[in-house]
C-alpha cells in the first residue's frame, strides 16, 4: 500500500477535524446543555451522537472520494481508539462525552477502522463495502440515539428508535442494490439488542457487513457498487 503526500495531508486535516469536534465542539455543547439545564446523562448521550455523525459519518464519506488504500483511515481511527481508551485507563474521562461505566466509543473507533479497512479488502479496492455498514453505526444508529433520548431522556432501547434508523438506513442501502437495502434494515433491526460486553458498536457495522460481503462473493447482482 503506497502513501502520498497529498493521502498524508487529508489524513492530517481529518485528524485535526476529529480532534476539534470531540475535545472542543463536544465540549461547548455540553456546556450549553448544562447551561440550560439539561440532564448530564442526556447532555453526554446526545455528544456522543453528534461524534458519531461528525466524525464517523463525515470522515467516513470523504474516505472514497480520497484515499486509494485504507491504511491511513484505519491508522487514524486507531488513534482515536487508544485516544479514547487512555482516559478510561487513567481514570480521567472527557466527562462531556465519556462514562465510566462502558468504553463503547473505543469500540466504535476500532470498528469503524476494521470494517473499512476489511471492506476494502474483500473487494479488491472498493471502499463502499465497508463505508456502508459505517454509515449505519456512524449516521443510522445516531438517529437512533437522538429520537430515544429525545422520548425517554436516558439511554434506552426503543423500537421507535430503530424505526427512525430504519427509515435512514435503507434509503441510503438502495442506492447500492437489493443487498444494501437488506444490509440496513438488517442494521436498524440488530442496533435494539446488545449482547454485554459487545454493544451496537460492533454488531451493527459487523452484521452488515458480512451482508454485503455475502453478497458480493455469492449474489453480485444484488449489488450496485
Not at 486535516?13 to 476529529?18: A, G, M, S
Not at 470523504?62 to 485504507?70: L, Q, R
Not at 444508529?141 to 425517554?152: E, K, P, S, Y
Not at 444490509?183 to 460486553?197: R, T, Y
Amino acid at each position: 500500500m503506497i502513501i502520498n503526500v497529498y493521502e498524508g495531508i487529508i489524513a492530517l486535516i481529518l485528524f485535526l477535524w476529529v480532534a476539534i469536534v470531540v475535545r472542543i465542539l463536544t465540549k461547548k455543547t455540553y456546556d450549553y446543555m448544562m447551561k440550560h439545564n439539561v440532564k448530564k446523562n442526556v447532555a453526554i448521550y446526545y455528544n456522543r451522537k453528534i461524534i458519531h455523525i461528525l466524525a464517523g459519518g463525515v470522515v467516513s464519506i470523504i474516505v472514497p472520494f480520497v484515499f486509494k488504500t485504507p491504511l491511513l483511515p484505519f491508522v487514524l481511527a486507531l488513534s482515536f481508539a487508544l485516544f479514547t481508551y487512555i482516559p478510561h485507563r487513567t481514570k480521567k474521562i472527557m466527562y462531556w462525552f465519556q462514562t465510566n461505566d462502558n468504553i463503547y466509543e473505543v469500540h466504535f473507533c476500532f470498528m469503524w477502522g476494521i470494517i473499512v479497512m476489511l471492506g476494502w479488502l474483500v473487494s479488491n479496492g472498493n471502499f463502499w463495502i465497508g463505508i456502508l455498514p459505517i454509515l449505519f453505526m456512524s449516521v443510522g444508529d445516531a438517529i437512533t440515539g437522538i429520537v430515544r433520548n429525545m422520548l425517554f431522556k436516558r439511554r434506552t432501547k426503543s423500537w421507535w428508535g430503530n424505526l427512525a434508523m430504519a427509515l435512514f438506513s435503507i434509503p441510503v442501502g438502495s442506492i447500492f442494490g437489493i443487498a444494501g437495502m437488506l444490509a440496513g434494515a438488517v442494521a436498524s433491526f440488530i442496533e435494539h439488542f446488545e449482547f454485554k460486553p459487545i454493544d451496537d458498536n460492533i454488531t451493527v457495522p459487523l452484521i452488515s457487513f458480512l451482508i454485503l460481503w455475502f453478497s458480493h462473493v455469492y449474489a453480485p447482482w444484488l449489488l450496485s457498487f
